[in-house]
């Protein structure tokens, strides 16, 4: 019995770990990438829309709030579509 209390003991905290680990790479990859969209709106390298940059903005907020319901929810839905400029 003590064995299989320690197994699940084990298992939980490993699972802690990698939520952690897996979670740090990814916001810190997710942080560089939204400032590289950001180095974007340098004006002496790019050329751009209001309305691209509000498409852009949007994109991010719809994803951002999705995955803030998926915490809530405890529940995935993939985006398939990815991002397009319309």
């Known amino acids: ?3 299989i209390i320690l197994k699940i003991i084990h298992y939980m905290k ?3 770990g990698t939520f952690i680990k897996l979670a740090k790479a990814r916001v810190s990859k997710t942080i560089k990438s939204i400032n590289l969209i950001g180095n974007l709106s340098n ?3 790019y050329q751009y829309t209001e ?3 509000t498409q ?7 994803e951002l709030k999705s995955m803030k319901e998926k ?3 405890n ?3 993939k985006n398939v579509d990815g991002f ?3």
């Open 75 to 77: 529940t995935a839905k």
């Open 56 to 62: 852009i903005t949007t994109a991010l907020e719809k």
């Open 71 to 73: 915490f809530k929810k």
């Open 14 to 16: 490993d699972k802690k």
């Open 51 to 53: 309305d691209q940059v």
């Open 43 to 45: 004006k002496s390298h």
């Open 1 to 3: 019995m003590m064995y």
């Open 84 to 86: 397009e400029f319309r």
